[in-house]
């Protein structure tokens, strides 16, 4: 089984990017798959999550800026982040079904 997350990079506040999480091994249709992010100096933190019914969770701070969305026949997840900010500043991992774990892709939000 593996995740690979893809897609960050350094972008300019108020800019967007979309990350991926390709998946092997699994269906994405089938868990709870999850964005997770971590930045400097603190705790991992749950950003965004979509359930196998279609059903999505927001963390408060990304609400109303960031889409969780899969591809089912790609079986890749995805985040479009969008109205970046500083504070959006990290590395964001893929999670399926709390358990397995993507290697991380590092955001960088900055002027």
């Known amino acids: 089984v593996q995740l690979q997350a893809s897609g960050g990079g350094l972008v300019q506040p108020g800019g967007s990017l979309r990350l991926s999480c390709a998946t092997s091994?699994?269906?994405?249709?089938?868990?709870?798959m999850r964005w997770y992010r971590q930045a400097p100096g603190k705790q991992r933190e749950l950003v965004a999550g979509?359930?196998?019914?279609?059903?999505?969770y927001y963390a408060g701070s990304v609400k109303g800026r960031f889409t969780i969305s899969r591809h089912n026949g790609k079986n890749t997840m995805y985040l479009q982040m969008n109205s970046l900010k500083p504070g959006d500043t990290g590395v964001y991992y893929c999670?399926?079904?709390?358990?397995?774990w993507g290697q991380g892709t590092l955001v960088t939000v900055s002027s």
């Open positions: 999670n399926a079904g709390d358990v397995l």
């Open positions: 091994g699994l269906l994405v249709s089938d868990m709870y």
């Open positions: 979509i359930a196998s019914d279609g059903a999505t």
